[in-house]
């Protein structure tokens, strides 16, 4: 399985991206892409994933003959149109709009290579993709240290923002008629917005101001949409990261967990502030882990998978039950989210009729 890593450690920044595709060279997910602007004060992290179900047709063949699928295409073209917009937007004082980035990705997408298929459907796209990325300006030096971020989507992959004492906060707002995340992964609901060539789609936006330190990442659903509850996605992220010594270990690290529960692509693009440097960063999420082993990993049904707890003798879980075992699991489940969904929704960007 075709993987990449790539991490970057300075004083008071550690970034880190991870990218891994299920198929050799069919990989719908393009690489995740993060910038920083050392001499000014912004940055911007993304991820990009080619939706196959409504880009499944060939669209471009490369000289060596090998197909690519329109999502394969439009994803890679989304974050080439997302690098110039943040080249030539946002690194300048020009505001950042999502009505610029949507521009730049429409001229882009216009001028990619399509093939029109005969065969329609609603859900049928030319070139389509997801997208998710924050933009960010760093405070400058002896400013009120609070970062502020600006996130960007269209589709359901997701952008976060994670804190030591508080956990994971979800900072988008998946574009499907489902919101629950926990419903989520009991379900595949369609998409009501992507990024594509032949239909009007839209860039939502959220901004917040937040305080550092603080780790800001984006993630395609390959990262998020496999595990068995939201709260085990941080449960990922922070044991890898007590497990590594360096961002590039905890880069690898966390490569090989997504590789041995995924059943897709995945990437992920992630930038930590405020903290000196990667020791002073794992030690400050120490405790947050705990916590989270505590709450939600100890109380895993027995059998659920190689994290489950062995059940103490005597009890009614010691006895073998897979007939048992969906009716535990889902009542664990809906017990860890009820007590995780406030923290993890606490920034949730407001549904489009709580808006009017």
């Known amino acids: 399985m075709p ?32 910038a920083h602007h ?24 490369a000289p060596d ?6 999502a ?21 004082d020009a505001e950042v709009t999502p009505e610029t980035l949507r521009e730049y ?39 009120e240290q609070r970062l502020e971020l600006h996130s960007l989507w269209a589709g359901d992959s997701r ?18 008629r489902e919101s629950d995340a926990l419903e989520l992964l009991r379900s595949d609901p369609p998409m ?21 330190p603080c780790v800001v990442l984006a993630a395609s659903d390959g990262f998020f949409g496999y595990v ?10 922070l044991r890898t990261l007590l497990e590594a010594g360096s961002v590039d270990e905890w880069a690898d690290r966390i490569r090989r967990e997504v590789v041995g529960y995924t059943a897709d692509d995945a990437s992920l693009a992630l930038v930590a502030f405020g903290y000196r440097d990667f020791a002073s960063l794992r030690t400050r999420f120490a405790d947050r882990l705990t916590y989270l082993h505590d709450r939600y990993v100890r109380t895993r049904p027995h059998g659920l998978d190689r994290f489950s707890p062995a059940p103490e003798a005597g009890t009614a879980s010691a006895a073998p039950d897979g007939a048992g075992l969906p009716a535990r699991v889902r009542e664990w489940q809906d017990t860890t989210w009820h007590a995780y969904r406030a923290g993890y929704e606490t920034h949730l960007p407001p549904a489009p009729e709580e808006r009017a």
């Open 192 to 212: 009501t917005n992507l990024v594509c060539a032949d239909r009007e789609f839209v860039i939502d936006s959220h901004r917040l101001e937040y305080p550092l």
């Open 105 to 143: 990705l429409e001229y882009f997408l216009a001028a990619a290579p399509q093939r029109r298929s005969k065969i329609g459907g609603t859900m049928r796209r030319q070139l389509p993709t997801t997208l998710a990325a924050v933009h960010y300006t760093v405070p400058a030096s002896g400013d």
């Open 3 to 34: 993987q990449r890593i790539w991490g970057e450690d300075r004083e008071g920044l550690q970034a880190l991206s991870v990218w891994t595709e299920q198929v050799p060279g069919r990989g719908e997910d393009a690489e995740p892409f993060v």
């Open 72 to 92: 394969w295409v439009g994803a890679r073209v989304a974050r080439l149109a997302t690098d110039c917009w943040f080249r030539d937007v946002a690194t300048r």
């Open 38 to 61: 050392l001499t000014g004060t912004r940055g911007l992290l993304a991820v990009f994933d080619g939706s196959g179900g409504a880009g499944a047709a060939p669209v471009w063949q």
């Open 228 to 237: 068995h509850t939201p709260a085990d996605f941080e449960w990922v992220l």
């Open 159 to 176: 952008a976060y923002v994670l804190r030591p004492d508080t956990g994971l906060h979800v900072l988008t707002r998946d574009h499907t």
């Open 65 to 70: 003959g090998t197909q690519r699928t329109s």
